[in-house]
């Protein structure tokens, strides 16, 4: 998709300006393709609603298609806008992704360019430079750039026909504009009710949106951009602003670092898949909620309030806005703890493989199995029971890489993130206390099949169920290569899991303290947790014993 979010900024439809606004007498019903340059009055003012979307979800084709109608005069319909009477600022109710897609061409900035540069701070996925590139290739063999057909107009006599049509077209036509009356609360209610009627805002945007002013909220909106783009932070203090950035990054690169490609050609994988996608934000936001131990019910008017398992309760106290960040730096700092717990060299990393834990038999990254992981690693940490999971580590990473389609078939019968992650923390908890009994794989498998949400998810395939096409499709390239990448993966030398090397210590056999020296024959790579935590509480209990 075609990143147009940094072309409109946003911004507060009640935020006030030193000078007082003046009422407009009359407001204008077209805007010219002219209103759109970068030292345009009315482009000056145009503004995006905080809590609008990102103006990411049109292909490079429908951009293209989109200035091309433009031109040919095709119907187009109408933008509809607000005129803040505290700001004077101009804000579009509906039609961003359409001014957005001239505005790029105008611009000739698809996602890539100056104002997008300064936006992302310059953290620009492989991804959105592909997709900014596509669409200008396509817009110059449709119709040219922006500046193309300016020069056209300019020396008509070396122009084409086709283009020099266009151009004349360009001087001509105008988008169509709507305004809504009222003030703040009206152009907001217009809002919702407008983008819910065509393409319906989807329902984890649509809880952030209304939760926007809430830690949780503020926190996933950070990670999910390395704490760059539109700062919904940007009322806190420099320095939790400042922290608030440094940890937002600290974490992307901790799970969203290598960037992902539609194809896995290294066994360098980030742990939590493709940096922004519509599951990628679902799941950041889940995973925030999941590590500060937040229900719906906490920020969601709409959702009734549980009662506690025990004492019969009500839950949690609703929660409130923040005012000064320093809710959203914690809840941010509870999520850098548990991301480190599975990624990274921190000495209580577990160093998990995303080949193993994170990505299906058909090689795609499963956001379900990301919150699983995150979940059944903290349940390990609260119960004191890594010691007894890094004992039992090899077997049952051996054991969920051969049976790895078990994941996808979960995710078949119950839908993605929230609706599988308890299946899948279910099959987790199932295994290792079958392998801690000494149960044999059948064993396992049987005892999988005995609990009923996963007896029609666990599945043997044989080889006819695996036959495909002639072809080799990207899910079967990225299976060979996730095949691959696990069969050659080292292996810690104290559990014998898979190794990560971007999440690998080097390790002294012979402990330092035990005369261990620093020489390549007494060096191995382990987890960091195997390294510290597990190493030195297998030292103190043997030393007991």
């Not at 809430?214 to 400042?242: C, E, M």
């Not at 599951?279 to 936001?285: L, N, T």
């Not at 090899?394 to 049976?403: N, P, S, T, V, W």
Request: glycine content about 6%; hydrophobic content about 40%; aromatic content about 8%.
């Amino acid at each position: 998709m075609v990143n147009m979010d940094a072309l409109i900024p946003r911004d507060d439809f009640e935020a006030a300006t030193d000078e007082p606004a003046t009422q407009a007498s009359i407001l204008s019903t077209t805007m010219k393709i002219t209103d759109l340059g970068p030292e345009s009055l009315i482009y000056n003012v145009l503004r995006k609603p905080d809590f609008q979307r990102e103006t990411a979800n049109w292909t490079p084709e429908k951009v293209a298609e989109l200035v091309r109608s433009f031109l040919e005069g095709d119907l187009i319909p109408s933008v509809i806008l607000w005129r803040s009477p505290i700001s004077g600022n101009i804000f579009v109710i509906d039609g961003a992704h359409r001014l957005s897609a001239l505005i790029a061409w105008v611009h000739d900035d698809y996602g890539d360019r100056y104002t997008s540069i300064r936006f992302f701070d310059n953290n620009i996925p492989d991804e959105q430079h592909r997709a900014a590139a596509a669409t200008r290739k396509l817009i110059s063999e449709s119709v040219g750039s922006y500046n193309e057909l300016n020069l056209a107009l300019r020396n008509s006599d070396t122009a084409s026909k086709d283009r020099l049509r266009l151009a004349r077209n360009l001087s001509a036509f105008a988008i169509n504009l709507q305004w809504v009356g009222g003030g703040a609360e009206k152009a907001e209610s217009s809002f919702f009710r407008i983008n819910q009627q065509a393409t319906p805002i989807d329902p984890t945007e649509l809880d952030m949106i209304k939760a926007r002013r809430k830690p949780n909220a503020l926190a996933a909106r950070a990670f999910i951009r390395a704490g760059t783009g539109h700062k919904y932070w940007s009322t806190f203090s420099d320095t939790t602003q400042s922290e608030i950035e440094s940890i937002a990054k600290e974490v992307y690169d901790l799970i969203f670092r290598p960037n992902l490609d539609a194809a896995i050609r290294t066994a360098d994988l980030p742990v939590a898949g493709r940096a922004y996608s519509a599951d990628s934000v679902k799941m950041i936001f889940e995973l925030v909620n999941f590590v500060n131990d937040l229900q719906p019910e906490m920020w969601r008017e709409d959702v009734p309030a549980k009662k506690r398992r025990s004492g019969g309760k009500a839950s949690a106290r609703p929660l409130a806005d923040d005012t000064d960040g320093l809710a959203t730096l914690g809840f941010m700092r509870g999520v850098r703890k548990a991301a480190s717990r599975i990624a990274g060299n921190d000495p209580a990393s577990l160093g998990l493989h995303p080949a193993v834990y994170f990505y299906s038999a058909t090689g795609r990254f499963q956001p379900a199995a990301f919150l699983s992981a995150v979940t059944f690693m903290q349940e390990l940490v609260d119960k004191r029971a890594l010691p007894k999971f890094t004992e039992k580590r090899a077997e049952f990473e051996k054991f969920l890489i051969k049976h790895k389609y078990f994941l996808n078939q979960i995710v078949r019968s119950y839908g993605s993130l929230q609706r599988s992650s308890p299946i899948i923390l279910l099959m987790y908890q199932t295994i290792l206390a079958a392998l801690r009994e000494g149960c044999t794989e059948a064993q396992v498998i049987e005892r999988l099949k005995a609990q009923s949400a996963l007896k029609s998810s666990v599945k043997i395939q044989s080889d006819e169920d695996r036959a495909s096409g002639r072809n080799f499709s990207t899910e079967t390239k990225n299976a060979l290569a996730l095949k691959a990448t696990m069969e050659t993966a080292p292996r810690c030398e104290i559990c014998g899991g898979l190794l990560h090397l971007r999440s690998a210590t080097v390790d002294h056999i012979v402990r330092r303290q035990d005369g261990g020296t620093g020489a390549l024959s007494n060096a191995q790579f382990t987890h960091p947790y195997c390294n510290s935590g597990y190493k030195e509480s297998r030292h103190a209990r043997d030393k007991a014993t």
